[in-house]
């Protein structure tokens, strides 16, 4: 039981600092195009106090914790502010920081892969490890007194929640990152955008709600993708 617990742990903090790192590359992208508001803020640190939200960093995903017995959840740390105006770039400055939040989860995922992939261990058990990454009872079976297991299992994790935010917030609804790569490939009218960014959540609720199946196969194809990396 305490193994589990300990695991369930390190499955929290990973997916509390995976959603730091994706905040801090937002504000670290605008600062770098100009505009320093997310670094008076004091946005731009890995102080996980200045970055949570009490519902959608704590409140949401523990809900969701609670409700899928501590294998899956959803949220989100407080947004890094920006003024796109201060941006040097106007039409793609917006889109370069809202890509910088995704490519910084992509690379910790990929780095983590390519550590996976040296950790000493049979094939069949690294295979066994991301079949049941957070099946608690059956993981804590399988890395039990084993070093190269345990970082192996918490690799996974990394890519887990990385790849999850990645290709999540890809997605070109707001306040997702997508949509402000696809407002600039793809101009729209001041007043659509402002109402799309005013009811943008539910948008997103509906569209989760109505292509949860096309989602989640898009996200396990990307997820597999990089697990394959690791055998």
Not at 5 to 16: G, H, K, R, V
Not at 26 to 53: E, F, M, S
Request: proline residues 6%; neutral net charge; charged residues 10%.
């Amino acid at each position: 039981m305490l193994n589990e617990i300990i695991l369930i742990a390190f499955y929290i903090a990973i997916l509390l600092y995976s959603l730091i790192i994706h905040e801090v590359a937002h504000g670290v992208a605008a600062l770098w195009q100009g505009d320093p508001t997310a670094k008076y803020a004091g946005r731009i640190t890995a102080n996980p106090i200045r970055h949570i939200d009490p519902w959608m960093t704590i409140g949401l995903p523990v809900l969701m914790l609670l409700l899928t017995n501590f294998k899956f959840a959803f949220g989100g740390a407080k947004p890094v502010p920006y003024n796109p105006y201060n941006l040097k770039n106007q039409k793609w400055g917006p889109a370069m920081v809202g890509a910088a939040g995704p490519l910084s989860n992509i690379f910790i995922a990929i780095i983590a892969a390519f550590l996976a992939k040296f950790i000493n261990l049979p094939m069949a058990v690294k295979a066994d490890i991301i079949y049941n990454f957070n099946d608690w009872g059956k993981i804590s079976e399988v890395i039990s007194g084993s070093m190269n297991a345990i970082f192996f299992e918490l690799l996974v994790i990394i890519i887990f929640w990385n790849v999850f935010l990645a290709f999540f917030n890809l997605i070109p609804i707001p306040p997702l990152d997508g949509s402000k790569l696809f407002f600039s490939i793809f101009p729209i009218r001041t007043e659509m955008l402002l109402m799309l960014e005013q009811f943008g959540f539910v948008i997103l609720l509906f569209f989760i709600i109505f292509f949860s199946g096309p989602l989640g196969i898009f996200l396990n194809f990307m997820l597999n993708l990089f697990l394959g990396m690791t055998l």
